[in-house]
């Protein structure tokens, strides 16, 4: 028969296995370690200036000149992605790594996935954000002028539209913003392409427009420092390019 006091030490010890367990679970979840990699291409150099994600968000982590990055995650991430203009992005699932390398193939594999239907959505480049949680700032021309059909160029259905755009002739200037090598052209992305202008698009093949300037510029580096301009085409005129 058990006496007294082997009980009570038995109880202790529960107790103690109890708490070991709790603050384990604990610290696997709230603790952050150091997960460290490099990102290269397909010919194994290395991508600089590549953006990493944490569950799909942002954050301030970069890759340096020879492709590698550190960061702090929590336990209880379960995703880590890379993202870079031109050579496209990269998702794995977290297991606790302590070491993560990235090959990006030119291709964006890491889709932000959008749960909520009925809402509007605004394409920031890299994929589509709703536009209720936008806290960059991001200027969307008015679907209402995309449909008119007297405009001869693209560039008149921007002039006007976003607070701080300024478009004169065929330059446009984003204010607020620092310049590049005293450039103060943004960059053009269409249907996910960049390119070095948007004179050529007929104004009656546009689906939407979107301006990403600030902090909603900075996915693109420092190629998106004079701001971006997102234009997508109509489906159908994809098909004929």
Do not use: W
């Not at 420092?225 to 159908?236: D, H, M, Q, R």
């Amino acid at each position: 028969m058990l006496t007294v006091r082997t009980i009570i030490v038995l109880l202790i010890l529960a107790v103690l296995a109890s708490c070991s367990s709790r603050i384990a679970t604990r610290d696997s979840q709230g603790r952050k370690k150091i997960v460290s990699g490099q990102v290269t291409n397909t010919s194994g150099g290395p991508v600089e200036g590549a953006i990493m994600f944490i569950d799909g968000k942002q954050t301030s982590y970069n890759t340096n000149s020879n492709g590698y990055y550190m960061m702090r995650v929590k336990g209880s991430t379960e995703t880590i992605s890379v993202f870079e203009l031109n050579n496209g992005s990269e998702q794995v699932y977290y297991a606790d790594q302590d070491t993560i390398n990235f090959v990006l193939a030119g291709s964006f594999n890491a889709p932000l996935t959008i749960s909520q239907m009925g809402k509007e959505y605004v394409d920031v480049g890299y994929g589509k954000v709703q536009k209720d949680n936008l806290t960059t700032s991001v200027g969307v021309v008015r679907k209402q002028k995309l449909d008119q059909t007297y405009y001869t160029d693209i560039y008149s259905m921007i002039q006007g539209e976003v607070p701080g755009v300024t478009v004169s002739g065929t330059r446009i200037i984003i204010r607020g913003i620092h310049t590049v090598n005293a450039s103060t052209d943004p960059l053009f992305v269409v249907d996910g392409v960049r390119v070095s202008s948007i004179s050529h698009i007929n104004p009656i093949n546009v689906e939407s427009i979107n301006i990403l300037k600030g902090a909603s510029a900075s996915i693109y580096g420092v190629n998106g420092a004079n701001g971006v301009i997102l234009i997508n085409t109509k489906k159908a005129d994809r098909k004929k390019k």
